[in-house]
Protein backbone atom coordinates (compact mmCIF):
# COMPACT_ATOMS: atom_id res chain seq x y z
CA UNK A 1 0.00 0.00 0.00
CA UNK A 2 1.16 3.50 -0.67
CA UNK A 3 0.71 6.58 1.05
CA UNK A 4 1.51 9.86 -0.85
CA UNK A 5 2.33 13.00 2.63
CA UNK A 6 2.52 16.57 1.16
CA UNK A 7 4.98 18.84 3.83
CA UNK A 8 3.61 22.49 5.04
CA UNK A 9 4.80 25.34 5.62
CA UNK A 10 8.30 25.20 7.16
CA UNK A 11 9.50 23.20 4.39
CA UNK A 12 9.58 26.79 1.56
CA UNK A 13 12.64 27.40 0.08
CA UNK A 14 13.98 29.48 -2.53
CA UNK A 15 14.07 27.74 -5.99
CA UNK A 16 11.73 24.93 -4.81
CA UNK A 17 9.83 24.20 -8.15
CA UNK A 18 12.00 25.21 -10.76
CA UNK A 19 11.18 22.08 -13.43
CA UNK A 20 7.39 23.08 -12.86
CA UNK A 21 5.99 26.31 -13.39
CA UNK A 22 6.84 26.12 -17.51
CA UNK A 23 5.51 22.23 -17.22
CA UNK A 24 2.26 23.42 -16.20
CA UNK A 25 1.52 26.73 -17.72
CA UNK A 26 -1.87 26.96 -17.37
CA UNK A 27 -1.90 26.09 -13.90
CA UNK A 28 0.68 28.52 -13.24
CA UNK A 29 -1.33 31.32 -14.60
CA UNK A 30 -4.40 30.75 -12.91
CA UNK A 31 -2.23 30.72 -9.62
CA UNK A 32 -1.05 34.38 -10.59
CA UNK A 33 -4.83 35.35 -11.85
CA UNK A 34 -5.72 34.34 -8.01
CA UNK A 35 -2.98 35.59 -6.22
CA UNK A 36 -2.14 38.74 -7.95
CA UNK A 37 1.41 38.09 -8.38
CA UNK A 38 3.86 35.56 -9.96
CA UNK A 39 4.16 32.46 -8.04
CA UNK A 40 7.14 31.52 -10.18
CA UNK A 41 9.21 34.59 -9.55
CA UNK A 42 8.22 34.08 -5.77
CA UNK A 43 9.23 30.69 -5.42
CA UNK A 44 12.15 31.02 -7.79
CA UNK A 45 13.67 34.92 -7.30
CA UNK A 46 12.03 36.44 -4.19
CA UNK A 47 12.92 39.44 -5.21
CA UNK A 48 10.92 41.67 -2.35
CA UNK A 49 11.97 38.85 0.25
CA UNK A 50 8.56 37.39 0.97
CA UNK A 51 8.43 34.07 0.54
CA UNK A 52 9.10 33.21 4.25
CA UNK A 53 5.78 35.41 5.44
CA UNK A 54 3.00 33.10 6.29
CA UNK A 55 0.61 34.77 3.56
CA UNK A 56 3.19 34.21 1.01
CA UNK A 57 4.65 30.91 2.29
CA UNK A 58 0.85 28.96 2.14
CA UNK A 59 0.13 29.68 -1.34
CA UNK A 60 3.83 29.04 -2.27
CA UNK A 61 3.82 25.48 -0.66
CA UNK A 62 0.32 24.80 -1.94
CA UNK A 63 1.41 25.20 -5.81
CA UNK A 64 4.63 23.55 -5.24
CA UNK A 65 2.93 20.71 -3.83
CA UNK A 66 0.13 20.50 -5.95
CA UNK A 67 2.13 20.55 -9.51
CA UNK A 68 4.73 18.10 -7.67
CA UNK A 69 1.74 15.57 -7.46
CA UNK A 70 0.20 16.29 -11.04
CA UNK A 71 3.98 15.56 -12.22
CA UNK A 72 4.14 12.57 -10.34
CA UNK A 73 0.80 11.61 -12.34
CA UNK A 74 2.32 12.10 -15.14
CA UNK A 75 5.47 9.76 -14.92
CA UNK A 76 4.04 7.01 -12.73
CA UNK A 77 0.03 7.01 -13.26
CA UNK A 78 -0.36 5.62 -10.01
CA UNK A 79 -2.98 6.53 -7.46
CA UNK A 80 -2.42 6.43 -3.73
CA UNK A 81 -3.83 4.55 -1.97
CA UNK A 82 -3.88 6.63 1.28
CA UNK A 83 -3.07 10.99 1.02
CA UNK A 84 -2.21 13.05 4.30
CA UNK A 85 -0.79 16.56 4.53
CA UNK A 86 1.32 18.10 7.65
CA UNK A 87 -0.82 20.98 8.59
CA UNK A 88 -0.69 23.44 5.74
CA UNK A 89 -0.33 20.14 3.12
CA UNK A 90 -3.49 18.56 3.81
CA UNK A 91 -4.88 21.08 1.67
CA UNK A 92 -3.28 19.05 -1.05
CA UNK A 93 -3.96 15.99 0.21
CA UNK A 94 -7.55 17.15 -0.24
CA UNK A 95 -6.92 18.74 -3.67
CA UNK A 96 -5.45 15.03 -4.29
CA UNK A 97 -8.19 13.28 -3.27
CA UNK A 98 -10.23 15.69 -5.76
CA UNK A 99 -12.50 17.02 -2.68
CA UNK A 100 -11.80 20.81 -4.67
CA UNK A 101 -9.93 21.72 -7.62
CA UNK A 102 -6.67 23.65 -7.55
CA UNK A 103 -7.93 27.05 -7.92
CA UNK A 104 -10.61 26.56 -5.02
CA UNK A 105 -7.73 25.23 -2.88
CA UNK A 106 -5.48 27.66 -3.64
CA UNK A 107 -8.59 30.88 -2.71
CA UNK A 108 -8.53 28.45 0.55
CA UNK A 109 -4.94 28.62 1.22
CA UNK A 110 -4.60 32.19 0.17
CA UNK A 111 -7.58 32.67 2.77
CA UNK A 112 -6.41 30.92 5.71
CA UNK A 113 -2.61 32.17 4.74
CA UNK A 114 -4.22 35.84 5.30
CA UNK A 115 -5.76 35.15 8.51
CA UNK A 116 -2.46 33.00 10.15
CA UNK A 117 -0.73 36.26 8.65
CA UNK A 118 -1.86 38.84 10.81
CA UNK A 119 -1.21 37.04 14.37
CA UNK A 120 0.94 38.69 16.01
CA UNK A 121 2.40 38.18 20.00
CA UNK A 122 2.29 34.53 19.47
CA UNK A 123 5.78 32.09 19.62
CA UNK A 124 5.94 28.76 18.91
CA UNK A 125 9.34 26.41 20.06
CA UNK A 126 9.62 22.61 19.46
CA UNK A 127 10.51 20.33 22.84
CA UNK A 128 13.33 17.41 21.38
CA UNK A 129 13.95 14.21 23.35
CA UNK A 130 10.32 14.64 26.08
CA UNK A 131 7.00 12.65 25.38
CA UNK A 132 3.90 14.30 25.73
CA UNK A 133 3.18 13.48 29.96
CA UNK A 134 6.21 15.18 30.25
CA UNK A 135 5.94 18.48 28.43
CA UNK A 136 2.00 18.19 30.23
CA UNK A 137 3.47 18.07 33.44
CA UNK A 138 6.63 20.49 33.49
CA UNK A 139 3.79 22.95 31.94
CA UNK A 140 1.51 22.52 34.65
CA UNK A 141 3.97 22.20 37.62
CA UNK A 142 5.32 25.84 36.78
CA UNK A 143 1.80 27.07 36.04
CA UNK A 144 2.25 27.29 32.20
CA UNK A 145 -1.35 26.02 31.19
CA UNK A 146 -1.44 29.09 29.10
CA UNK A 147 0.82 26.80 26.27
CA UNK A 148 -0.69 24.53 24.50
CA UNK A 149 0.96 21.73 22.47
CA UNK A 150 0.91 22.44 18.57
CA UNK A 151 2.52 20.05 16.52
CA UNK A 152 3.21 16.09 17.54
CA UNK A 153 5.67 15.37 14.50
CA UNK A 154 7.01 12.34 16.48
CA UNK A 155 7.04 10.77 20.20
CA UNK A 156 9.80 12.70 20.96
CA UNK A 157 9.78 16.32 18.78
CA UNK A 158 6.74 18.02 20.18
CA UNK A 159 6.23 21.99 19.32
CA UNK A 160 4.58 24.00 22.14
CA UNK A 161 2.57 27.39 21.06
CA UNK A 162 0.97 30.42 23.10
CA UNK A 163 1.97 33.89 23.76
CA UNK A 164 5.07 35.18 23.18
CA UNK A 165 6.20 36.07 26.95
CA UNK A 166 4.81 32.35 28.26
CA UNK A 167 7.45 30.15 25.45
CA UNK A 168 10.31 32.64 26.83
CA UNK A 169 9.40 31.55 30.44
CA UNK A 170 9.02 27.45 28.89
CA UNK A 171 12.79 28.12 27.41
CA UNK A 172 14.92 27.42 30.23
CA UNK A 173 12.84 24.78 31.61
CA UNK A 174 13.52 22.58 29.05
CA UNK A 175 16.87 23.13 28.50
CA UNK A 176 17.76 21.03 31.45
CA UNK A 177 18.65 16.90 31.53
CA UNK A 178 18.53 15.88 28.19
CA UNK A 179 15.94 18.26 26.56
CA UNK A 180 16.33 20.04 24.18
CA UNK A 181 14.04 23.72 23.59
CA UNK A 182 14.25 25.13 20.04
CA UNK A 183 12.23 28.68 18.85
CA UNK A 184 11.10 28.66 15.79
CA UNK A 185 10.85 31.59 13.55
CA UNK A 186 6.66 33.38 14.21
CA UNK A 187 5.06 35.71 15.53
CA UNK A 188 1.70 33.40 15.85
CA UNK A 189 0.55 30.79 17.49
CA UNK A 190 -0.42 28.49 15.47
CA UNK A 191 -2.48 25.79 16.12
CA UNK A 192 -3.32 26.78 19.56
CA UNK A 193 -6.36 28.59 21.59
CA UNK A 194 -5.27 31.71 20.10
CA UNK A 195 -6.25 31.49 16.57
CA UNK A 196 -9.74 31.08 17.39
CA UNK A 197 -10.89 34.27 15.89
CA UNK A 198 -8.59 33.33 12.65
CA UNK A 199 -10.66 30.26 13.10
CA UNK A 200 -13.95 31.67 13.24
CA UNK A 201 -13.51 33.71 10.58
CA UNK A 202 -12.02 31.00 8.07
CA UNK A 203 -15.34 28.62 9.18
CA UNK A 204 -17.39 31.32 7.74
CA UNK A 205 -15.46 31.68 4.51
CA UNK A 206 -15.43 27.74 3.93
CA UNK A 207 -19.31 27.68 4.37
CA UNK A 208 -19.40 29.19 0.83
CA UNK A 209 -17.50 26.69 -0.33
CA UNK A 210 -18.38 23.92 -2.05
CA UNK A 211 -16.79 20.09 -1.46
CA UNK A 212 -16.84 16.56 -3.37
CA UNK A 213 -16.37 13.34 -1.47
CA UNK A 214 -13.01 12.41 -1.49
CA UNK A 215 -12.37 10.12 -4.15
CA UNK A 216 -8.57 9.13 -1.98
CA UNK A 217 -9.07 8.37 1.87
CA UNK A 218 -7.32 11.61 3.51
CA UNK A 219 -6.19 11.75 7.07
CA UNK A 220 -7.12 14.28 9.39
CA UNK A 221 -4.44 15.80 11.26
CA UNK A 222 -7.01 16.79 13.65
CA UNK A 223 -7.97 13.06 14.40
CA UNK A 224 -5.56 11.16 12.86
CA UNK A 225 -8.21 8.99 11.14
CA UNK A 226 -9.26 9.12 7.91
CA UNK A 227 -12.01 11.84 7.06
CA UNK A 228 -15.64 11.89 7.20
CA UNK A 229 -16.83 13.53 4.67
CA UNK A 230 -19.71 15.56 6.25
CA UNK A 231 -17.21 17.04 8.55
CA UNK A 232 -14.54 18.23 6.16
CA UNK A 233 -14.77 21.59 6.46
CA UNK A 234 -15.62 21.71 10.30
CA UNK A 235 -11.62 20.15 10.36
CA UNK A 236 -10.25 22.34 8.31
CA UNK A 237 -11.22 25.17 10.67
CA UNK A 238 -10.63 23.64 13.91
CA UNK A 239 -7.28 22.56 12.72
CA UNK A 240 -6.47 26.12 12.90
CA UNK A 241 -6.74 25.57 16.68
CA UNK A 242 -5.91 22.23 17.54
CA UNK A 243 -2.99 20.01 17.55
CA UNK A 244 -1.29 18.76 13.88
CA UNK A 245 -1.02 14.55 15.41
CA UNK A 246 1.31 13.63 12.50
CA UNK A 247 3.10 11.20 14.78
CA UNK A 248 -0.60 9.51 15.38
CA UNK A 249 -1.03 9.81 11.60
CA UNK A 250 1.70 7.77 10.71
CA UNK A 251 1.55 5.46 13.39
CA UNK A 252 -2.56 4.77 12.39
CA UNK A 253 -1.32 4.68 8.38
CA UNK A 254 1.55 1.85 9.41
CA UNK A 255 -1.16 -0.18 11.25
CA UNK A 256 -1.71 -0.80 6.94
CA UNK A 257 -0.09 -4.25 6.17
CA UNK A 258 3.12 -3.16 4.28
CA UNK A 259 2.43 0.64 3.96
CA UNK A 260 4.97 2.84 2.42
CA UNK A 261 5.31 6.57 1.90
CA UNK A 262 6.53 9.01 -0.56
CA UNK A 263 6.85 13.05 0.29
CA UNK A 264 5.56 14.78 -2.81
CA UNK A 265 6.39 18.62 -2.72
CA UNK A 266 9.68 20.61 -1.88
CA UNK A 267 12.56 18.77 0.32
CA UNK A 268 12.27 15.53 2.84
CA UNK A 269 11.08 17.30 5.92
CA UNK A 270 8.35 14.60 5.86
CA UNK A 271 10.59 11.53 4.67
CA UNK A 272 13.26 12.49 8.00
CA UNK A 273 10.41 12.73 10.01
CA UNK A 274 8.45 9.31 9.27
CA UNK A 275 12.34 7.83 9.75
CA UNK A 276 12.21 8.83 13.30
CA UNK A 277 8.85 8.18 13.61
CA UNK A 278 9.37 4.43 12.51
CA UNK A 279 12.77 4.55 15.09
CA UNK A 280 11.08 5.37 17.86
CA UNK A 281 7.85 3.78 18.27
CA UNK A 282 9.84 0.54 17.61
CA UNK A 283 12.00 1.89 20.07
CA UNK A 284 9.44 2.13 22.87
CA UNK A 285 7.77 -1.38 21.63
CA UNK A 286 10.83 -2.97 22.73
CA UNK A 287 11.00 -4.22 26.23
CA UNK A 288 13.85 -4.66 28.45
CA UNK A 289 15.47 -8.14 29.43
CA UNK A 290 14.25 -8.74 32.68
CA UNK A 291 18.42 -10.10 33.77
CA UNK A 292 20.80 -7.20 33.95
CA UNK A 293 22.99 -6.32 31.17
CA UNK A 294 26.62 -6.01 31.25
CA UNK A 295 28.51 -2.51 31.78
CA UNK A 296 29.39 -2.85 27.82
CA UNK A 297 25.49 -3.25 26.81
CA UNK A 298 24.25 -0.84 29.25
CA UNK A 299 22.87 2.37 27.64
CA UNK A 300 23.91 4.26 30.59
CA UNK A 301 27.57 2.75 30.36
CA UNK A 302 27.49 3.71 26.75
CA UNK A 303 26.15 7.30 26.75
CA UNK A 304 28.84 7.49 29.93
CA UNK A 305 31.90 6.32 27.75
CA UNK A 306 30.62 8.21 24.41
CA UNK A 307 30.51 11.69 26.42
CA UNK A 308 33.70 11.18 27.88
CA UNK A 309 35.25 10.58 24.16
CA UNK A 310 33.59 12.77 21.96
CA UNK A 311 33.44 16.47 22.24
CA UNK A 312 29.74 18.28 21.44
CA UNK A 313 30.37 19.10 17.49
CA UNK A 314 31.88 15.69 16.74
CA UNK A 315 31.48 14.29 13.25
CA UNK A 316 30.28 10.95 12.03
CA UNK A 317 28.35 9.18 9.50
CA UNK A 318 25.34 6.34 10.17
CA UNK A 319 26.45 2.61 9.21
CA UNK A 320 22.48 2.15 8.45
CA UNK A 321 22.14 5.03 5.87
CA UNK A 322 23.41 7.17 3.80
CA UNK A 323 23.31 10.55 5.41
CA UNK A 324 26.22 12.32 5.02
CA UNK A 325 28.71 13.91 7.53
CA UNK A 326 26.77 14.52 10.99
CA UNK A 327 27.84 16.57 13.47
CA UNK A 328 25.99 16.10 17.19
CA UNK A 329 24.09 18.47 19.01
CA UNK A 330 24.17 17.60 22.13
CA UNK A 331 25.84 14.81 24.47
CA UNK A 332 25.00 11.92 24.51
CA UNK A 333 21.70 10.85 26.68
CA UNK A 334 19.35 7.66 27.00
CA UNK A 335 16.24 7.82 25.34
CA UNK A 336 13.11 5.84 26.87
CA UNK A 337 14.86 4.43 29.59
CA UNK A 338 17.05 2.20 27.34
CA UNK A 339 18.28 4.06 24.18
CA UNK A 340 21.47 5.14 23.93
CA UNK A 341 21.68 8.31 21.39
CA UNK A 342 22.70 11.64 20.23
CA UNK A 343 20.69 14.48 18.61
CA UNK A 344 22.80 15.34 14.98
CA UNK A 345 23.04 18.40 13.38
CA UNK A 346 22.53 18.40 9.37
CA UNK A 347 19.93 15.13 9.91
CA UNK A 348 18.11 16.79 13.10
CA UNK A 349 17.62 13.87 14.93
CA UNK A 350 18.68 11.07 16.82
CA UNK A 351 20.90 8.43 15.78
CA UNK A 352 21.88 5.23 18.44
CA UNK A 353 25.32 5.52 19.66
CA UNK A 354 25.64 1.93 18.18
CA UNK A 355 24.94 2.37 14.60
CA UNK A 356 27.77 5.64 14.48
CA UNK A 357 31.04 5.68 13.35
CA UNK A 358 33.53 8.54 13.55
CA UNK A 359 34.53 10.51 10.74
CA UNK A 360 38.72 11.16 10.06
CA UNK A 361 39.53 14.76 10.36
CA UNK A 362 41.40 14.57 7.24
CA UNK A 363 37.29 13.69 5.59
Known amino acids: MLTYVFPGQGAQQKGMGSSLFDEFEELTRSADSVLGYSIKDLCLEDPDKLLDQTQYTQPAMYVVNAL ?137 FLGGIEFSEPRIPVVSNVTARVYENHLAKESLAQQMVNAVRWSDTVEHLLEHSGMEFEEIGHGNVLTKLLTKIRRELAAEKKTPPPVARTSSENPVELVRKWNERYAIGSRFRSTTGNYGHLETATAASVLFGHRAAVYMHGYRGYFDLQELEPVPATQ
Request: without cysteine; neutral net charge; proline residues 4%.
Open 68 to 204: SYYQKLRETGRVPDFVAGHSLGEYNALLAAEVFDFKTGLLLVRKRGELMGRASGGGMAAVLNASEAEIRTILTENGLGSVDLANFNTPSQIVLSGRAEDIEVAKPLFQTGNHLFVPLRTSGAFHSRYMEPARAEFAA
